[in-house]
Nanobody, 121 residues
Framework: QVQLVESGGGLVQAGGSLRLSCAAS????????MRWYRQAPGKQRELVAV???????NYADSVKGRFTISRDNAKSTVYLQMNSLNPEDTGVYYC???????????????WGPGTQVTVSS
């Protein structure tokens, strides 16, 4: 019913920037919180940033001041601007969103397949 597709990942040198996008599609009535997670090799998935339906934002300490999350409700899309990247930012970045679909009474969480970000030193 709902698909999330991330884009914008790739290989970048330390100190560089990338902008990730995640577009939601399907029988969407409303989207509440949208989040970016990442998973480095051999590590657990961790929350990187969240933006609420009211546009409040919160970030992991490790990315504060370097990453910015934003959203375009008209496009059902969330973005993650990543600056001053370092090798510790390497991992698969996943989009997650709380979505209410047509004929549903509550929100449910959906995940994208992920996009690889590799930062070389």
């Amino acid at each position: 019913q709902v698909q999330l597709v991330e884009s914008g990942g790739g290989l970048v040198q330390a100190g560089g920037s990338l902008r990730l996008s995640c577009a939601a599609s399907g029988s969407i009535v409303s989207i509440n919180d949208m989040r970016w997670y990442r998973q480095a090799p051999g590590k657990q998935r961790e929350l990187v940033a969240v933006i609420t339906g009211g546009d409040s934002t919160n970030y992991a300490d490790s990315v504060k001041g370097r990453f910015t999350i934003s959203r375009d409700n008209a496009k059902s899309t969330v973005y993650l601007q990543m600056n001053s990247l370092n090798p510790e930012d390497t991992g698969v970045y996943y989009c997650n969103a709380d979505v209410r679909v047509r004929f549903a009474y509550s929100f449910r969480g959906y995940w994208g397949p992920g996009t690889q970000v590799t930062v070389s030193s």
